[in-house]
């Protein structure tokens, strides 16, 4: 049989099995020998030990699409980042590294700004200049109202969507609302595990949808871009792509250099200044780092 993984804990793995719910298995030895680890998200075949109890053994791994380490997670369609509009105010340069880390992994990005209902216009047109006009699918709604909680919906059909974001911005409220017509049985996950000795939280994924999974990923409440280097980082920002190859020098890292064609649209507000600001932060930053 195979399932999807949606919840890992204390070496169990929670499989889910269209059609047939949730199975509690655990790992065969081999994968710790051959030094792989069973994420969530991952697409496995088991062994059935017990259709009564819903028991059974992972016996393999299928190839995966993709794979996060912080937080450990694999097969991603697509990230929904959520900031609030309001309350708080989007801390811009949290927001950009959230967007870096996946272009870093090509996971396309739909950018979710929550709280419509205390925002004003200006709020939304200033948000859709800096981040439409990079290319960035945005959305806005009130989780709290559930307002054009509809649209979201078909962002996340037939998809597996890793949600990211700050504490604070609504992301638990907009789950909620997304959870309303739940069809996966979760009861056999509440029963095995809910037996009070695990108060961490782990990743776990949620389907909204017959075909649509929704992953809680509480890694991602911040993060650090510091795993690669700083001549990369330009690849990182799609709305410099445009002039990839049109700067003075080869290579140009759109810094310090003279003639630099991101520069140049910069100053014609072709691209906006908080991302090109976030750009600096992030490139001083990786510029800086202690090598080891």
């Known amino acids: 049989m195979q399932g999807k993984i949606v919840k890992g804990i204390a070496g169990f793995y929670y499989v889910h099995i269209a059609g047939f719910g949730i199975y509690e298995c655990k790992a065969k030895g081999i994968f710790r020998k051959e030094g792989k680890k069973p994420l969530v998200g991952d697409n496995v075949e088991i062994d059935l030990l017990s259709e009564e109890d819903k028991e059974g053994n992972i016996r393999a791994i299928l190839p995966r699409k993709n794979e996060l380490i912080r937080p450990a997670v694999a097969n991603v ?19 950009d590294r ?63 969507t890793t949600v990211a974001g700050p504490s604070g911005v609504g ?78 020098f080869n290579g140009c890292d759109h810094v310090h250099e003279p003639d630099c064609a991101v520069k140049a649209a910069l100053s014609e507000e072709k691209i906006h200044m908080v991302r090109y600001q976030s750009y600096l932060e992030l490139y001083k930053e990786l510029k800086d780092k202690r090598r080891f």
């Open 77 to 95: 369609d697509q990230a929904l980042v959520v900031f609030a509009m309001q309350r708080p105010k989007p801390h811009f340069n949290l927001l």
């Open 171 to 248: 992301k638990s409220s907009l789950i909620n609302c997304l959870q309303k017509n739940i069809r996966m049985e979760t009861g056999d996950i509440s029963r095995k595990i809910d037996r009070g000795k695990h108060t961490t939280r782990h990743s776990e994924l949620i389907a909204v949808d017959e075909d649509a999974y929704i992953m809680d990923t509480p890694g991602f409440s911040s993060l650090y871009v510091n795993d690669f280097r700083k001549e990369e980082l330009k690849y990182c920002f799609p709305e410099f792509a445009a002039y990839e190859g049109k700067c003075k």
């Open 98 to 160: 959230f967007l870096v880390m996946m272009e870093r992994k090509d996971i396309p990005v739909i950018l979710c700004f929550n709280k419509r209902d205390i925002a004003t216009e200006d709020d939304m047109n200033s948000l859709r200049k800096i981040y439409q006009s990079s290319g960035y699918q945005v959305i806005f709604i009130s989780a709290r109202m559930e307002e054009c909680i509809d649209e979201i919906r078909k962002t996340l059909k037939g998809k597996t």
